[in-house]
Every structure is written in C-alpha cells, then in structure tokens.
Nanobody, 124 residues
Framework: QLQLVESGGGFVQPGGSLGLACAASGFSLKPYSIGWFRQAPGKEREGVSCISRSTGDTKYADSVKGRFTISRSNMKGTVYLQIENLKHEDTAVYYC?????????????????WGQGTQVTVSS
C-alpha cells in the first residue's frame, strides 16, 4: 500500500527558503500525480501546488505563485516543493497527496493517499 512521507520542514526566518520532499516508502511516485496542501492552525486546508504524472504540468495557488516551485524526479521517485521568500502566513503543516489520475487538481478530495505532514514555521 502506498504510503507518503514528507520531509524538509522546520523553522525559518521570514524571507528565507525551504525545500520539502515527498517520497513513498517502497514505491516510486512516478505513476502518480502529486498535490501539495497546507493547513494552518484554525484554517481550512489549502491546496498550494500540484504536478501531473504524465506531462509534468504544474499548478499553483495564487497566494504562492512566484515563490513556490514544484518539481519531480522520476529517477528518484520523489516530488519536491521549493519555497522561497517565506512569509509568516506560510506557517502551516504541509502535506503531499497522491492520485493515479493523469492530471492534477488542487482539490483535496481528488487525492487518494496522504502523508502525515511536515511542519513549516516562519518566525523571526
């Protein structure tokens, strides 16, 4: 059974950068479209980015465009989320999610499998 593991979270000062990774234990993520979501305390889960399995098409939420970059290494079977110019409002638990669909959407219900999340805290 596919299990996702996020890594790379931590404490960062405003303006800093961070790289998150999403991997699957014992599996490659190559046959999956992957979405990244985040949930801040007291707020609803928000889709921030996704990448499709076939063409590698990417999508971003307006709130993160220009600062977040999603990418995938099919060789490593891993999906990455690079975050630049971090802001206080980026503080959240970040989750990756997988679907076998050929396209990606930033709706949580579209995904079948979720990781446990990794905490990103932006603080001075």
């Amino acid at each position: 059974q596919l299990q996702l593991v996020e890594s790379g979270g931590g404490f960062v000062q405003p303006g800093g950068s961070l790289g998150l990774a999403c991997a699957a234990s014992g599996f490659s993520l190559k046959p999956y479209s992957i979405g990244w979501f985040r949930q801040a305390p007291g707020k609803e889960r928000e889709g921030v980015s996704c990448i499709s399995r076939s063409t590698g098409d990417t999508k971003y939420a307006d709130s993160v465009k220009g600062r977040f970059t999603i990418s995938r290494s099919n060789m490593k079977g891993t999906v990455y989320l690079q975050i630049e110019n971090l802001k206080h409002e980026d503080t959240a638990v970040y989750y990756c999610a997988a679907t076998s669909s050929y396209v990606c959407l930033m709706f949580g219900d579209f995904y079948d499998t979720w990781g446990q999340g990794t905490q990103v805290t932006v603080s001075s």
